[in-house]
């Protein structure tokens, strides 16, 4: 027939051949069929002819390594060479989806991974990446999974005081060290301004060099920062303490999330995202009220001194029940440029936004911080572009989960800012009550959070995160809709009650939304995907404060400055300005449904 003809041509003949091992490439011309079959190009070997024939596993063992795949004949799998009866003998087809990762040691091929959690998206690889997730305890899990979560809380509940703690001891510190407020309040911005542009290159650098040793560092450093602190003798001594837990904490909260996805299996995800997120809330509503005992007990040292045993224990544990995965890293070194331009622009518009207030919004430095950070942002995206190891790999922002829900995350906490800002003037300024007071109402909402976030996990793991996340904004919304109407006769229950829903609202959203972002990024991403989680409540909240208190100083503004403090026209002017303030971000809470339900989900 004319195809041995043909087939006999590029051989060579009969008789004895030379023994090279080269690869032809030629275009498929046996047959529609074979085309069919071949899909596009295929490789014929040229075998080495001896008196004896070879074995297919001979002829399989005669390839180079780099060419060795699975095979088929008319599409059927070939256990090793190729069947000398064949149409095309020497026909070679690799399969479109062959890949090395998806072979087993033992030779069998591997079925496409279905045990994702209900509803959570499917992963796509990242190019030169597994598609494994962290349910095969890749990537930073323990030892004893079963120890690694309670441990992880620990350390959040930990990290988490840092970030509120200090906010009581505010007016004991000016009088400690005779300044001002705007002195002491430096010892909460250093804190805000290191870990929000800190979080993203301490994931990075969690995935490449291991997750482990920046988590037990982390924990490490805020020790010896609270130590610092609690034996602080001036004013710049304990700015530079707080400095260095701010180090720490961010490098704990960039790879907590990825610990915790790779130590737990898909299906329980959810819930174990949610002990962590239900844990933030308990740190952030018990800092203050523990801060206040501690100082009304001892003094401010007791604050920072308090909490150092508790981290030592933690250190000790992390260490003994972590996995070391320093070896999982495919591709070595920290994008510097980026690095810095992502924290020159961070830091820039995080500073901006807190000192915007007692500086004047518009005041040259105030928009100076604002163009500038502005202007890092297009250069920083421009640089992860073309850089080898990036800090934010920008092939995440294709995947439509992972994009969506960091983008619904944004506008959430955005709402959830303006509640922060705004409430503590209503509560204290317009209705008279003390800070404790004021600080345990607002503590509704997150110990709402620390209550029900567990379960709304356990939700989302078994029914998944579509109807969850739109009904927790939803939720959330109302409730911070509810928050402007009230007024000056609004009773303390009342007022719980709304900030209650807003903490529901938080549970039924933040751990489904969160299992859907670290769901949807391959194993050497997580630490990544983890950071990108607090670096948008981040932003969320500075953008929340920044323009809802523009909208509140709008509002307020003339009448507050004109009326006497504790008048009620001063309490009616805090009420018009917490009303513009909270009904603008109520809506902005709303535009996350339609974020999440265009883009959300694969």
Same mark, same amino acid.
């Given at each position: 027939?004319?195809?041995?003809?043909?087939?006999? *041509?590029?051989?060579?003949?009969?008789?004895?051949? @030379?023994?090279?091992?080269?690869?032809?490439? +030629?275009?498929?011309?046996?047959?529609?069929?074979?085309?069919?079959?071949? @899909?596009?190009?295929?490789?014929?070997?040229?075998?080495?002819?001896?008196?004896?024939?070879?074995?297919?596993?001979?002829?399989?063992?005669?390839?180079?390594?780099?060419?060795? /795949?699975?095979?088929?004949?008319?599409?059927?799998?070939?256990?090793?060479?190729?069947?000398?009866? *064949?149409?095309?003998?020497?026909?070679?087809?690799?399969?479109?989806?062959?890949?090395?990762?998806?072979?087993?040691?033992?030779?069998?091929?591997?079925?496409?991974?279905?045990?994702?959690?209900?509803?959570?998206?499917?992963?796509?690889?990242?190019?030169?990446?597994?598609?494994?997730?962290?349910?095969?305890?890749?990537? !930073?899990?323990?030892?004893?999974?079963?120890?690694?979560?309670?441990?992880?809380?620990?350390?959040?509940?930990?990290?988490?005081?840092?970030?509120?703690?200090?906010?009581?001891?505010?007016?004991?510190?000016?009088?400690?060290?005779? =300044?001002?407020?705007?002195?002491?309040?430096?010892?909460?911005?250093?804190?805000?301004?290191?870990?929000?542009?800190?979080?993203?290159?301490?994931?990075?650098?969690?995935?490449?060099?291991?997750?482990?040793?920046?988590?037990?560092?982390?924990?490490?450093?805020?020790?010896?920062?609270?130590?610092?602190?609690?034996?602080?003798?001036?004013?710049?001594?304990?700015?530079?303490?707080?400095?260095?837990?701010?180090?720490?904490?961010?490098?704990?909260? @960039?790879? !907590?999330?990825?610990?915790? =996805?790779?130590?737990?299996?898909?299906?329980?995800?959810?819930?174990?995202?949610?002990?962590?997120?239900?844990?933030?809330?308990?740190?952030?509503?018990?800092?203050?009220?523990?801060?206040?005992?501690?100082?009304?007990?001892?003094?401010?040292?007791?604050?920072?001194?308090?909490?150092?045993?508790?981290?030592?224990?933690?250190?000790?544990?992390?260490?003994?029940?972590?996995?070391?995965?320093?070896?999982?890293?495919?591709?070595?070194?920290?994008?510097?440029?980026?690095?810095?331009?992502?924290?020159?622009?961070?830091?820039?518009?995080?500073?901006?936004?807190?000192?915007?207030?007692?500086? /004047?919004?518009?005041?040259?430095?105030?928009? /100076?911080?604002?163009?500038? /950070?502005?202007?890092?942002?297009?250069?920083?995206?421009?640089?992860?572009?073309?850089?080898?190891?990036?800090?934010?790999?920008?092939?995440?922002?294709?995947?439509?989960?992972?994009?969506?829900?960091?983008?619904?995350?944004?506008?959430? &906490?955005?709402?959830?800012?303006?509640?922060?800002? +705004?409430?503590?003037?209503?509560?204290?300024?317009?209705?008279? &009550?003390? =800070?404790?007071?004021?600080?345990?109402?607002?503590?509704?909402?997150?110990?709402?959070?620390?209550?029900?976030?567990?379960?709304?996990?356990?939700?989302?793991?078994?029914?998944?995160?579509?109807?969850?996340?739109?009904?927790?904004?939803?939720?959330? *919304?109302?409730?911070?809709?509810?928050?402007?109407?009230?007024?000056?006769?609004?009773?303390?229950?009342?007022?719980?009650?709304?900030?209650? +829903?807003?903490?529901?609202?938080?549970?039924?959203?933040?751990?489904?939304?969160?299992? =859907?972002?670290?769901?949807?990024?391959?194993?050497?991403? +997580?630490?990544?995907?983890?950071?990108?989680?607090?670096?948008?409540?981040?932003?969320?909240?500075?953008?929340?404060?920044?323009?809802?208190?523009?909208?509140?100083?709008?509002?307020?503004?003339?009448?507050?400055?004109?009326?006497?403090?504790?008048?009620?026209?001063?309490?009616?002017?805090?009420?018009?300005?917490?009303?513009?303030?909270?009904?603008?971000?109520?809506?902005?809470?709303?535009?996350?449904?339609?974020?999440?339900?265009?883009? !959300?989900?694969?």
């Amino acid at each position: 027939m004319w195809w041995m003809k043909r087939l006999r *041509s590029l051989i060579g003949g009969s008789g004895s051949l @030379s023994g090279r091992s080269r690869l032809i490439t +030629l275009p498929v011309r046996t047959s529609r069929a074979a085309a069919t079959m071949c @899909s596009g190009v295929t490789r014929l070997k040229e075998p080495t002819w001896s008196s004896r024939p070879q074995t297919s596993q001979a002829w399989r063992s005669s390839l180079p390594s780099s060419r060795v /795949g699975r095979f088929s004949k008319a599409g059927v799998p070939v256990a090793g060479g190729i069947a000398a009866s *064949s149409p095309v003998a020497a026909v070679l087809v690799r399969r479109p989806h062959d890949s090395r990762a998806s072979r087993r040691p033992g030779g069998r091929e591997q079925r496409p991974r279905t045990d994702r959690a209900p509803g959570a998206p499917y992963h796509r690889a990242m190019p030169g990446e597994s598609s494994g997730r962290g349910s095969e305890n890749a990537g !930073g899990g323990g030892r004893s999974p079963g120890a690694v979560l309670p441990l992880v809380a620990g350390s959040v509940l930990l990290s988490t005081m840092d970030a509120s703690i200090i906010n009581i001891a505010l007016p004991t510190l000016a009088s400690e060290f005779n =300044t001002t407020l705007d002195g002491v309040v430096w010892t909460l911005l250093i804190f805000v301004l290191l870990g929000t542009g800190l979080a993203l290159p301490f994931g990075r650098l969690g995935d490449l060099y291991g997750r482990k040793r920046f988590y037990v560092g982390g924990n490490a450093i805020i020790g010896l920062g609270l130590l610092a602190a609690g034996t602080a003798p001036s004013l710049p001594a304990l700015v530079a303490a707080r400095g260095l837990q701010a180090v720490g904490n961010a490098m704990v909260v @960039s790879n !907590g999330n990825a610990i915790v =996805t790779a130590a737990v299996p898909p299906h329980r995800r959810g819930q174990a995202l949610g002990i962590v997120g239900g844990t933030v809330g308990f740190g952030l509503a018990s800092g203050p009220v523990l801060g206040g005992v501690l100082i009304e007990l001892f003094d401010w040292r007791a604050i920072f001194l308090a909490r150092l045993p508790l981290s030592i224990t933690l250190t000790l544990l992390l260490f003994l029940v972590l996995r070391d995965t320093s070896s999982e890293g495919r591709d070595r070194g920290l994008d510097i440029p980026g690095s810095l331009l992502l924290f020159g622009s961070l830091g820039s518009l995080t500073l901006a936004v807190n000192r915007g207030h007692a500086w /004047g919004w518009a005041s040259p430095w105030i928009i /100076g911080l604002f163009v500038l /950070g502005a202007l890092l942002m297009p250069l920083f995206v421009w640089i992860e572009r073309r850089a080898a190891s990036p800090v934010v790999s920008l092939e995440l922002l294709r995947i439509r989960a992972f994009s969506g829900s960091v983008g619904a995350a944004i506008l959430y &906490f955005w709402g959830f800012g303006a509640v922060l800002v +705004l409430m503590p003037f209503y509560l204290v300024g317009a209705r008279g &009550f003390s =800070t404790l007071e004021a600080g345990a109402i607002l503590a509704a909402q997150p110990l709402t959070l620390f209550v029900f976030a567990p379960l709304t996990g356990r939700l989302a793991d078994r029914f998944g995160p579509s109807l969850l996340v739109p009904l927790g904004l939803a939720a959330a *919304s109302l409730g911070t809709a509810l928050l402007a109407l009230v007024d000056s006769g609004t009773s303390v229950p009342d007022i719980a009650a709304r900030m209650s +829903l807003i903490g529901l609202g938080m549970a039924l959203f933040q751990s489904p939304n969160n299992s =859907t972002i670290m769901g949807s990024v391959p194993v050497q991403r +997580l630490g990544m995907a983890s950071a990108a989680i607090v670096t948008a409540r981040r932003i969320g909240q500075a953008g929340g404060i920044a323009v809802s208190g523009a909208v509140f100083t709008a509002f307020a503004g003339a009448n507050l400055v004109a009326a006497a403090e504790g008048s009620p026209l001063h309490a009616l002017a805090i009420i018009d300005g917490l009303q513009a303030g909270l009904l603008l971000s109520a809506a902005v809470v709303a535009s996350a449904i339609a974020v999440n339900w265009r883009w !959300g989900s694969d």
